[in-house]
């Protein structure tokens, strides 16, 4: 197809298209090669010759010649040939193309037009067949060989199968289809009987291939056709061989054949194999099969020169052999306890099912026994069972019982259980290995004393309790160190495992360990929770990952936690604990916690937990809310005390009454009324001086008081006793007055009038006293200063008179000996109280 250029006249175009359409180039360029099928990676030549006396309308144009590798422009050398030519060579180092198409491409006036192509295979010479195998086919007698190809050659081959003989040439057996690396001789170009050479030849245009020539007879290489099994039947007299009959194939007939016999139980992994029968017998006998036992039995056949092929197996064909009673001891394993009442023993009995060897059959049933059958009688029987253990009484003392096994051609002989004490030396150690993923290695250190043999237990760890009655073996060689259990073990689950040395006379205790037959990650780690937290500490706990779940021993768990500012930290804890406090946290920062899992397979994370530490402990909490809790009390307080101002200054600053204007400065007894007292001048206060003193009593307690006497408003009463000192002591001391009674009332009122204070009336110092005391000593002191104006008067005790300097004399009053303690003046107040002690 033409491609226009710009600015092309119509009529160049037009004459151009005519030059180059289709048979318009004919005979105009030739492209010339120098080989069309190369090795790969060898160079490569290739000529481009342009005529221009041939290409109409380009015989006074400049001519431009161009290559291209497929889409790929290349740069050749243009020259000008002999004759008025246009030659344009390429040259290319390495050819890696196991394909590729050559062009020449024309250049004239801005226009490319393809006018020439050659195209070029690169490959490698054919690789060698190998693997050359035939086999002759007895119903067509058809050789068929096969074999196997070498590297593809990236270059058209072809594959032919040569055969001959000592008596005639080579020639092609046959040729493979397609791909195919086999094919079939026909019986016309064989040679029975005699040597043939046979090969395999594969030729592409860079050479050609042979595989290694085999020399054979195709009789030798014959496949014949399968036996066909008639009947098995087993011989009554030997009860544990059978007998075969068999045909062999028509085809077969002929020849000498040599068979074999394979059979397999259905619990037996492998087959076992018979061989050197004769096949022309027909029959064979062969022993050692085991009782009540289902086989699958097959026959194959060849030619009995060794050479050649066996042929396919027969179709298979199943027998049962008979029954025999079973045979050998069963192994036992036993619980023995004295019962609550009655005196007798439970046992708990457990035994191994027969081998298949020694059930010879289908076993039945179980018999338990407490004596061995005798002749003629069967002994009684405890436990009859179709299970592995039994769980029956027994009377005390009891140490045999006796253990059979039945099915239905007749019982074995009873095995004896001897029920051992528990009372002998343990083993020295004891560790357990994985011995795959469904089984374990369990070795010890036998005990110091000869042992008889070895019982092992194990039992699965579970959350939930669990007994597996059949998770036991024993090893009867005592001589042995180690043993394999098999028996339900699972991969990833824990198992704790128990050996018992077996004496002549006892039984050892128990030793015990755990293992795993293999491990990996824990399922899931514990989920973290909060137990306490600080303003540094956070306490966090966990619940353990269950048993089930954790896949393995866990070797640690590993605490990791972070901040905010992405600063992670960890702390690894033994698998023993449940809980771990995180210490030298930052106040008032929130963290990401979460716990990680080990086994020693692999670890597992768990969830995170976010937490954030407190600003105070609890203590400074408790401290802050004390101290707030102050503070509030302490401004209550204040105010109050700025509310009740005045009662607060009263209470510290008590303000002192003017005696004037009390109203006992004013009072005079009705008896002193009618005196004449004489008032001293006005002056300042000082010392009063008691002139008289009259005692006021009433009647005692209970009794209806005298009758008053006309000269006095106070009831009748004796005239008390008074002395009156000496005006230069000061002071003066009354008896007072002892009722009919012979006691005295305790004083309740008293009054001092003596000297007065500016503005009171001057009367003369009297002391007044309602009741009296039975006690004979003075009731008032000798003198004593008087009280200033602001503090309260107080009657003092002092020592009676006589007391020669301060020797004998008590320091304090006599507890009958009446004081007045105190008197008290207030501006409105009535007499106040002076109360004796």
């Not at 045999?400 to 030396?425: F, M």
Request: aromatic share 8%; hydrophobic share 35%.
């Amino acid at each position: 197809m033409a491609r226009r250029g710009a600015g092309t006249p119509f009529l160049l175009r037009l004459s151009l298209l005519l030059v180059l359409r289709p048979g318009g180039t004919l005979g105009c360029a030739t492209v010339a090669v120098g080989s069309p099928i190369v090795p790969l990676g060898s160079p490569i030549t290739a000529s481009c010759t342009i005529r221009s006396e041939l290409c109409r309308g380009l015989e006074h144009g400049k001519v431009q010649i161009t290559w291209m590798v497929d889409n790929e422009p290349m740069a050749g050398s243009q020259q000008r040939g002999p004759g008025g030519t246009e030659v344009s060579n390429l040259t290319l180092p390495q050819f890696n193309r196991t394909q590729a198409k050559l062009w020449c491409w024309l250049e004239w006036n801005g226009t490319k037009q393809r006018v020439g192509m050659a195209e070029i295979r690169a490959g490698y010479p054919p690789a060698k067949p190998f693997n050359l195998s035939c086999v002759l086919n007895l119903s067509d007698y058809g050789l068929t060989c096969q074999w196997e190809r070498g590297p593809d050659s990236h270059l058209p081959t072809s594959i032919a199968l040569k055969c001959g003989g000592s008596r005639a040439p080579a020639v092609t057996g046959c040729t493979p289809q397609g791909d195919r690396s086999s094919c079939m001789v026909p019986r016309r170009l064989l040679q029975l009987y005699r040597q043939m050479e046979i090969w395999v030849s594969a030729t592409n245009a860079l050479g050609t291939a042979e595989s290694e020539h085999l020399y054979i007879d195709p009789m030798d290489v014959a496949k014949l056709d399968p036996p066909a099994l008639k009947s098995i039947q087993s011989i009554p007299f030997q009860t544990d061989c059978i007998a075969l009959a068999w045909e062999v194939a028509r085809s077969n007939a002929h020849m000498e054949l040599q068979c074999e016999l394979r059979y397999q139980a259905a619990e037996d992994p492998a087959w076992a194999l018979v061989t050197g029968i004769d096949g022309q017998a027909g029959t064979a006998q062969h022993c050692g099969f085991l009782f009540g036992t289902r086989y699958h039995f097959q026959m194959r056949c060849r030619r009995s020169s060794a050479r050649g092929y066996w042929s396919e197996w027969s179709p298979g064909r199943n027998y049962t052999t008979h029954e025999k009673a079973p045979s050998g001891k069963l192994d036992a394993w036993w619980n023995a306890w004295p019962a609550g009442t009655g005196g007798r023993l439970e046992v708990q009995l457990c035994w191994k099912a027969p081998q298949r060897q020694e059930a010879n059959g289908k076993v039945l049933g179980y018999r338990v026994t407490l004596s061995p059958r005798k002749r003629g009688r069967d002994p009684p029987t405890v436990c009859n069972t179709t299970h592995t253990q039994c769980n029956f009484s027994a009377p005390a003392g009891t140490r045999r019982v006796y253990l059979s096994a039945y099915n239905a051609a007749g019982e074995s002989a009873a095995t004896e259980v001897v029920l051992l004490e528990r009372k002998g030396h343990p083993l020295a150690r004891l560790w357990a290995v994985p011995g795959g993923e469904r089984s374990l290695w369990v070795h010890w250190e036998p005990p110091p004393a000869p042992v008889v043999a070895y019982v092992l237990e194990w039992q699965r760890v579970s959350s939930e309790p669990r007994h597996c009655s059949a998770c036991w073996q024993m090893e009867r060689d005592g001589a042995t160190t180690a043993a394999l259990i098999r028996d339900g073990i699972e991969p990833f689950q824990r198992y704790n495992i128990s050996v018992y040395p077996l004496y002549k006379d006892a039984i050892g205790e128990p030793v015990h360990t755990a293992a795993y037959s293999k491990q990996k990650a824990p399922s899931y780690a514990p989920k973290l929770h909060l137990k306490s937290i600080s303003k540094s500490d956070a306490e966090l706990c966990w619940d353990p990952v269950p048993v089930e779940m954790q896949n393995g021993f866990i070797t640690s768990y590993t605490i990791f936690w972070a901040n905010s500012t992405a600063e992670v930290s960890s702390a690894t804890v033994n698998p023993s604990l449940s809980s771990f406090v995180i210490q030298e946290l930052k106040p008032s920062t929130l963290y990401k916690v979460h716990i990680m899992a080990s086994t020693a397979a692999g670890g597992t994370n768990g969830t995170s937990l976010t937490l954030v530490t407190m600003v105070l402990d609890d203590i400074e909490i408790q401290f802050l809310f004390l101290t707030l809790g102050l503070i509030f009390v302490l401004l209550i307080l204040l105010l109050i005390c700025f509310q009740k101002n005045g009662r607060v200054k009263k209470q510290f600053w008590p303000s002192v009454p003017d005696p004037a204007n009390s109203s006992l400065g004013k009072w005079v007894p009705v008896e002193l009324q009618q005196e004449h007292l004489q008032v001293p001048g006005t002056k300042e206060p000082g010392l009063a001086t008691i002139s008289t003193v009259t005692v006021l009593e009433r009647a005692a307690w209970g009794k209806e008081p005298a009758a008053p006497e006309p000269t006095s408003s106070f009831p009748a009463m004796p005239q008390p006793y008074v002395r009156q000192e000496a005006p230069g002591r000061g002071g003066m001391a009354a008896e007072p007055h002892r009722g009919p009674g012979g006691s005295g009332e305790s004083v309740q009122y008293a009054r001092v009038v003596g000297e007065g204070y500016k503005g009171q009336q001057q009367l003369p110092p009297r002391l007044y006293l309602r009741s009296g005391s039975s006690s004979s000593q003075p009731l008032l002191p000798g003198p004593s200063p008087s009280p200033l104006p602001y503090q309260n008067l107080w009657f003092h005790w002092a020592a009676p008179q006589g007391c020669p300097g301060d020797e004998g004399c008590p320091e304090e009053p006599p507890a009958t000996f009446p004081l007045l303690q105190g008197l008290r003046i207030g501006g409105a107040e009535e007499l106040q109280d002076c109360r004796a002690f």
